[in-house]
């Protein structure tokens, strides 16, 4: 097996719209021939050491294809999918590209619209089903405002509330196993988007009738485009529990969602990571939300889908050498000084564990005063990324 491809424990995917991107942008239009997803599960087939292809209802069938249409669709999808050893993890309903939708889908004010959005993700679900989806995701791009003028913010909270639940017992009474995973964007294209972090979303999630069976879908461009540190973000959902799916890119912050391939901006922030996952045991789909440079035919197209591949199994391979390496570790010990008998303090709280902490002397100029090797174990950790270690 080559150097750096993916083992059965990596489930990397694509979705049908990330290598099938036409390359339009709101500048200009395709640079690439649309290819049909029995095209698209070729061109994965050919990449080698991918798990799955996902896709949005419409990605695969047309909003307006016929019953008769539809048929053909799905049953040639499903043969080029087994013809190219496929499968199809994730499923989710586009809800933000129609005219419809303009104002929102799930939190529009117009209930006749919220209705329509919960008709359309039903049938959704129901092709994702057939598919043999277990993951169902939820991004809603056109959940927010431009202005707030229009509506109460805690109305769409409660018209999101109220569609999950519906959905999830639309999914318990089809015994679909579907979990959902939330995924959260600040802005683009609404102004603001409702539920703007992963931080938002697992306190969402805990006012839902059925929270067990919704996570997060966390992606790394969202939360760069908010400045915030993406791998904190994923911890979190870890921490939680709540760490059901991961849409993995790449972005330069204060930019337009660039979905870049992965990790082709920040290669540190995506070697922490990586680390994080691998060091949590981590074995969900490890999803590319990401499309090619628009300056790219076909061709380019698979060597972006190879350099996300390679450039996560390459930091796998330097989170282990990370984890192994003697000197990093040490500086590591260094810095976190662990205490049994005053972390059994915090974890317990009694009478005893009040007065014991009350009476302990600290030297807190001592304390203050230590030397923390932070920029040493940092410039390790990035010699060992630049390679010279
Ligand atoms: C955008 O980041 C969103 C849509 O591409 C899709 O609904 C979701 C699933 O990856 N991510
Ligand atoms: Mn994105
Ligand atoms: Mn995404």
């Known amino acids: 097996m080559a150097k750096y491809s ?8 694509f979705g049908l719209w990330t290598v099938g991107n036409v390359g339009r942008d709101p500048f200009g239009g395709p640079v690439r021939p ?6 698209i599960a070729k061109l994965l087939g050919s990449v080698g050491g991918v798990h799955g292809i996902n896709f949005h209802d419409n990605d695969l069938v047309p909003i307006d294809a016929t019953p008769a249409e539809k048929a053909k669709i799905v049953k040639d999808f499903k043969k080029a999918l087994a013809d190219n050893g496929l499968c199809v ?13 303009k104002d929102g889908a799930f939190t529009s004010g117009d209930a006749r619209v919220r209705a329509y959005a919960l008709q359309k ?13 277990k993951t169902y ?50 802005n683009e294209p609404r102004g603001h988007i409702y539920l703007a972090t992963t931080g938002n979303m697992l306190g969402f999630i805990e006012t839902l009738d059925y929270p067990e069976m919704v ?37 330069v912050p204060g930019r337009y969602d660039q979905d870049f391939r992965f990790g082709a901006a920040d290669i540190k922030q995506a070697f922490f990571l990586v680390k994080l996952l691998n060091d949590h045991g981590y074995n ?17 197209v698979k060597d972006f889908a190879r350099g996300c591949i390679r450039s996560y199994m390459i930091l796998k391979e330097k989170a282990a050498r990370w984890n192994a390496d ?25 009478d005893d564990a009040v007065k014991t902490l009350k009476a302990i002397k600290f030297d807190r100029p001592k304390l203050g005063a230590r030397g923390l090797p932070y920029e040493k174990l940092d410039q390790l950790t990035m010699e060992l990324l630049m390679g010279i270690r």
């Open 34 to 39: 649309q290819l049909t997803p029995v095209q």
């Open 89 to 101: 993890p994730m499923a989710t309903t586009n809800l933000f590209g129609d005219p419809i939708f």
């Open 326 to 350: 003697k000197e990093i570790q040490a500086l590591r010990a260094e810095i976190n000084v662990a205490d049994a008998k005053l972390d059994k303090l915090f974890s317990n709280f009694s």
């Open 215 to 251: 996570g997060v879908n966390p992606e790394v461009a969202h939360e760069a485009i908010a400045g915030l540190n993406f791998t904190h973000h994923v911890a979190q959902a870890i921490d939680a529990g709540k760490l059901f799916h991961i849409d993995l890119n790449d972005q």
């Open 137 to 186: 995701v939820f991004w809603g791009g056109r959940e927010g405002a431009e202005t707030d003028a229009g509506k109460d913010p805690t109305e769409g909270l409660k018209h999101f509330r109220d569609a999950l639940n519906f959905l999830c017992q639309y999914s318990m009474q089809n015994n679909y196993g579907f979990r959902f995973a939330l995924e959260a964007k600040p």
């Open 284 to 300: 969900g789909s490890l999803h590319f939300d990401a499309h090619a440079y628009r300056s790219e035919d076909y061709e380019g």
């Open 6 to 13: 993916p083992t059965k424990n990596e489930k990397f995917t």
């Open 121 to 133: 993700t039903m049938a959704a679900m129901d092709l994702g089903a057939e598919f043999g989806a």
